[in-house]
């Protein structure tokens, strides 16, 4: 092995991993650039067992979208549609609470919530969403928002964004879901959502949150037009950010669905990318605990395939996900327990069911 990665010019970036020394952007460009997939498999998977042993990780949850209506419409997205377009749809929070009693019976931890930025609905509605859900299903813990929805959130309400995180969190909020982040470039941000909430902005959005006690996930869209320098610097803020708060549980490498969208010519992610950016992510990402193949974008298969790549999260049962869907997204809707626990014990790996904030509800070794 040592051989190969030598020859392969991968043996300095081994030593720092074997070190645990922090690997530089010029380490994870170099990654980038290999076509040595099972060495880079080889050298994220050292991170994965040193961090997390065999477990792999996985959630009994819920999406809800309450709203497609949109004011960013990026354009790498086809979920978001402009008020009174014929796709558009909102929900009233009798229908989202009407979509939690439908699935009472079930074992679910999580409810997770996000839409797009709709200019009509009152912050009122956001609020009294999370306090009808906890009548519905008190002990849930739902995580809702992306940060660019709590910035648009704030804005609404004529608050700080530590105001609205408050009264977010006092009407049931419990964490944070990771989206909203795409690439932090401004390059690309001009390009492809010039209304949307700057990287900068996010990154503080989040670090408000985790000043709060509020955990959060981070993701990264990639495989549109981005640099794999872009890729590298967008990681890297999330790092840094990282290194202040300690508040991100998970990073979500989300593969980008281009039909539908306006970068329709855009080709889909191969295989190869998706495990180089799991790869990748673990091995620059050294003071994130978790990575996840979202196996709604990735496919089970490759999803399965990347928990030797460096992941240790499926994500979990979720039904009903809409805005992969509407991009083409070719996968189920959800997935059975049984179905994820099978996956995990293909890979070699030990399931490991866990709620929001990776408390072990059932570890199935």
Same mark, same amino acid.
């Given at each position: 092995m040592k051989t190969a990665l030598k020859n392969?010019? #991968?043996? !300095? %970036? &081994? @030593?720092?991993?074997? *070190?645990? =020394?922090? #690997?530089d952007p010029q380490d994870g460009i170099r990654l980038y650039e290999t076509n040595q997939i099972p060495l880079l498999g080889f050298l994220a998977d050292i991170v994965r067992e040193r961090k997390n042993g065999n477990r792999a990780? &996985?959630? &009994?949850? =819920?999406?809800i979208n309450y709203s497609n209506v949109c004011t960013n419409l990026c354009k790498f997205c086809a979920f978001g549609k402009e008020k009174g377009h014929s796709d558009a749809y909102e929900m009233s929070i009798d229908q989202v609470c009407q979509k939690i009693k439908e699935r009472l019976d @079930? !074992? %679910?931890? @999580?409810v997770h919530i996000v839409g797009g930025l709709h200019p009509d609905l009152p912050y009122s509605y956001y609020i009294d969403m999370l306090r009808e859900i906890k009548k519905v299903r008190p002990d849930i813990h739902i995580q809702a928002f992306t940060c660019v929805e709590i910035a648009h959130l704030a804005k609404l309400g004529e608050k700080s964004i530590e105001e609205c995180l408050k009264e977010l969190m006092d009407a049931g909020l419990g964490s944070i879901p990771g989206g909203g982040a795409e690439v932090f470039s401004p390059r690309i941000r001009e390009r492809l959502c010039p209304d949307k909430l700057p990287g900068r902005d996010w990154i503080e959005v989040a670090k408000t949150a985790h000043r709060l006690g509020l955990k959060s996930n981070a993701t990264m869209l990639y495989g549109h037009i981005e640099t794999l320098e872009e890729r590298i610097e967008h #990681?890297? +803020?999330l790092r840094q950010a990282q290194d202040e708060t300690g508040g991100f549980m998970c990073f979500i490498p989300l593969a980008f669905h281009p039909k539908n969208t306006e970068l329709e010519s855009v080709a889909p992610t191969g295989g190869m990318d998706d495990l180089k950016n799991i790869a990748v992510s673990r091995l620059m990402l050294d003071n994130f605990p978790h990575i996840k193949a979202y196996w709604v974008m990735l496919g089970p298969k490759i999803a =399965? %395939? +990347? #928990?030797?790549?460096?992941? *240790? *999260?499926l994500d979990g049962t979720v039904l009903e996900e809409k805005i992969t869907h509407m991009a083409g997204g070719e996968t189920s809707q959800g997935m059975a327990r049984s179905d994820i626990e099978h996956l995990i014990r293909q890979a070699g790996r030990e399931p490991v069911e866990r709620d929001t904030l990776y408390n072990v509800i059932s570890h199935r070794g």
């Open positions: 392969a010019g #991968l043996y !300095p %970036i &081994y @030593e720092k991993v074997m *070190d645990g =020394q922090r #690997l990780y &996985y959630i &009994y949850n =819920q999406h @079930e !074992p %679910i931890t @999580e #990681l890297d +803020a =399965q %395939i +990347a #928990l030797s790549f460096g992941a *240790d *999260d």
